[in-house]
């Protein structure tokens, strides 16, 4: 079982920056790809950012410039820098994390997980 938790959602004013952060902890082997998504009232989940182990990011066009991903492997960790927030972008914001995950009776499996969610609201 691997479980992510996530920190750092709160309300903020517009131009305004949050740091949201997500740990992965459980049975592990390896994270290949973490990264946000967001899903608006009404609306579907959406990409907001993804970063692989490596440090290659991949950015939704709409936080492009102000939005920064960044993760530390050795703990797990990813983070989200939201610089200059616009009401729109007030969603709950989910973790995700892609990998293998250790199985004490077949060695590996497949590590497909998403955390609670932490809401992030933007006034006007």
């Not at 907001?48 to 530390?72: E, M, P, Q, W």
């Not at 990813?78 to 007030?90: A, C, H, I, R, W």
Request: charged share 15%; aromatic share 8%; net charge neutral.
């Amino acid at each position: 079982q691997v479980q992510l938790v996530e920190s750092g959602g709160g309300l903020v004013q517009a131009g305004g920056s949050l740091r949201l952060s997500c740990a992965a902890s459980g049975s592990i082997f390896s994270i290949n790809i973490m990264g946000w998504y967001r899903q608006a009232p009404g609306k579907q989940r959406d990409l907001v950012a993804t970063i692989t182990s490596g440090g290659i990011t991949n950015y939704a066009d709409s936080v492009k410039g102000r939005f920064t991903i960044s993760r530390d492997n050795a703990k797990n960790t990813v983070y989200l820098q939201m610089n200059s927030l616009k009401p729109e972008d007030t969603a709950v914001y989910y973790c995700h994390a892609e990998g293998y995950g250790i199985d004490s009776v077949t060695g590996y499996n497949v590590l497909d997980a998403w955390g609670q969610g932490t809401l992030v609201t933007v006034s006007s």
